[in-house]
């Protein structure tokens, strides 16, 4: 169990942290105020569960694990995820030809915001937040396998629809 | 020589042993066409490093880092008791095993007992039991044995939002009382006794007392929190609450 001082040292570091994972919640809820809701209770769900954090783990990793599920929870308690939740298949088609006259707009956000939930979370945890494969797999529950596919699988999607400084010719 | 996109991708990412690194780097200069894939997903990379990166700039909510810092001053419900929590952080017994997130709430929750004394006045319906814990007495014990969940009436001192079974086998209730000052709780049923394990307290925010649901809900986070550390499966569904009921809601055995 820990002391007094570690708790509190744990917490500040979970404050540090904040921006990041509010940062990682916008990738999951699309209206800010129900993102930072979803920190918040992964927060307080942290705090309550100190003790099964293993001191060898990344902080960053598990709260990642916790905003997700606690994100998971919340759309199952809720049973609106249609209306505050990233909607995946919300987007309109976009024929290939009004895509690139679009192209130059899209953002990052946009085309990260399209792609299906779980290619979009695997490339947000290893691309986005930097996280290896390894605690990208741990954070999303999956084999590593299923991590580098999904994050293939969105990268793919991603370079079809963005515009980069380099390697523009397929 | 070929290599699969997903190589290069783990390449490009820093995923790959010092080996297949040094095999790739060798492809690249011999290759060109893979130095441009290669190249492909460094540029992803870095585009998406930026994405969301206005979030960071932000200043945060002060209500996240309360939260961080375990300070439940959030205007959706304040904690004020977790009893078992300060039981067990007091007496240092051992926990039940599904509890113990709840003691470390308990140590954490800043203000705890700041509420209590409000609770002590409170017609009855909550009292000290005789292991010190707080027990449900009367209209509101009899609202949790008897009622099932969001049965509303005003005229019930109670209303009951969620049951449960706990990890450690008994039967669990989230409430709210009735009345102006917003309280709910989790309770449990030890014996012949709704044990509360934990209330908490939304300021003035439900003061229009036709809508009683509104800030008392079962859904502050300090009850959520606590449901959730002890929780185990998914909460009973109308049937459940009515076999339940008719079992007088004994824990399960084990």
Redesign the interface.
């Known amino acids: 169990m820990s002391t007094?001082e570690s708790?509190q040292n744990i917490?500040?570091q979970?404050?540090a942290l904040?921006?990041?994972l509010?940062?990682f919640a916008?990738?999951l809820v699309r209206n800010p105020h129900d993102a930072?809701d979803v920190?918040?209770?992964a927060?307080?769900?942290a705090?309550?569960?100190?003790?099964?954090w293993r001191s060898d783990a990344r902080l960053d990793s598990w709260l990642f694990k916790i905003v997700r599920n606690a994100w998971i929870?919340e759309v199952r308690a809720r049973g609106r995820r249609a209306r505050i939740f990233m909607p995946e298949e919300a987007g309109e088609q976009i024929g290939e030809s009004s895509m690139e006259r679009e192209i130059d707009r899209w953002?990052?956000?946009t085309a990260?915001g399209r792609l299906p939930e779980d290619q979009r979370l695997a490339?947000?945890l290893?691309?986005?937040e930097?996280l290896?494969?390894k605690d990208a797999a741990e954070v999303l529950d999956v084999p590593l396998g299923t991590l580098?596919?999904r994050?293939?699988r969105g990268?793919?999607a991603?370079?079809a629809v963005?515009r980069?400084?380099?390697?523009e010719?397929a | 020589m070929t290599i699969s996109?997903?190589t290069l991708?783990?390449y490009a990412?820093g995923?790959l042993d010092a080996a297949t690194r040094a095999s790739i780097d060798a492809a690249m200069l011999q290759d060109p066409d893979i130095a441009?894939?290669v190249?492909?997903?460094?540029?992803?990379?870095k585009?998406?490093?930026?994405?969301?990166?206005g979030?960071?700039e932000?200043p945060?909510?002060e209500?996240?880092?309360a939260?961080?810092?375990?300070q439940?001053t959030?205007p959706k419900g304040a904690v004020v008791e977790l009893t078992l929590a300060r039981e067990a952080v007091r007496r240092k017994t051992s926990l039940r095993s599904g509890w113990?997130?709840?003691a470390?709430?308990a140590?954490?929750a800043l203000g705890v007992g700041l509420g209590f004394l409000a609770w002590q006045g409170r017609s009855g319906l909550i009292q000290q039991g005789s292991d010190g814990g707080l027990v449900a007495r009367a209209a509101l014990a009899e609202v949790l044995s008897t009622e099932l969940s969001d049965d509303r009436s005003p005229a019930l001192v109670a209303t009951t939002h969620l049951s449960f079974r706990a990890k450690s086998g008994e039967y669990c209730r989230t409430f709210s009382l009735t009345g102006t000052d917003a309280s709910s709780g989790l309770a449990c049923r030890e014996g012949n006794d709704w044990k509360i394990m934990a209330l908490a307290e939304s300021p003035r925010a439900a003061t229009n007392s036709g809508d009683f649901r509104t800030a008392a809900s079962a859904d502050s986070?300090?009850i959520?929190?606590a449901v959730?550390?002890s929780i185990d499966g998914e909460p009973l569904d109308h049937a459940g609450e009515i076999a339940a009921r008719q079992a007088g809601w004994a824990a399960a055995k084990r």
Not at chain 1, 47 to 52: M, N, S, Y
Not at chain 2, 47 to 53: D, K, L, T
């Open positions: 007094n708790v917490q500040e979970i404050v904040l921006p990041r509010r940062r916008r990738n930072d920190v918040q209770i927060v307080e769900r705090l309550l569960r100190l003790d099964q929870d953002s990052a956000e990260l490339v947000s290893v691309l986005v930097g290896s494969y580098t596919s994050l293939a990268r793919e991603l370079q963005l980069l400084p380099e390697g010719s | 996109d997903e991708m783990a990412d995923e441009k894939r190249a492909r997903h460094r540029a992803l990379r585009a998406m490093q930026g994405a969301f990166s979030v960071l932000e945060v909510p209500r996240l880092i939260a961080a810092r375990g439940n959030a113990q997130p709840a470390m709430a140590s954490l986070p300090a959520r929190a959730e550390a």
